[in-house]
């Protein structure tokens, strides 16, 4: 079990979990495509720790960023990253309660 920190909380990675599946089961707010390190949408800014990769990702990894899609969390990390925000209702919507 690995330890992940974002920006909005911490959480723990299930066994055979990857970083991005964790990332959605906790509400986090990731973009993705491919799911296997080809497009690069998943990339996140990690800002401690590191990961590691099974295979070198085709898209371009810089050097404080990961690929959560398929990188291997074998650490604690802190990784940029926010929780997805609530929708909110629509200015003209009110908001009724009812008494039973
Ligand atoms: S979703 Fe495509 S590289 Fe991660």
Redesign the pocket.
Known sequence: MSLVTTTDRSFNLLNGESL?EGLERTGHEV?????????????LTLLSGSVTYAEP?L?YVGSSEI????CTVTEPILVECRLQRQKELPLDVEQYTFDY
């Open positions: 991005l973009e993705y495509q491919c799911r296997s390190g080809y497009c690069g949408m998943c990339r990702p898209a690929l959560p899609c398929c």
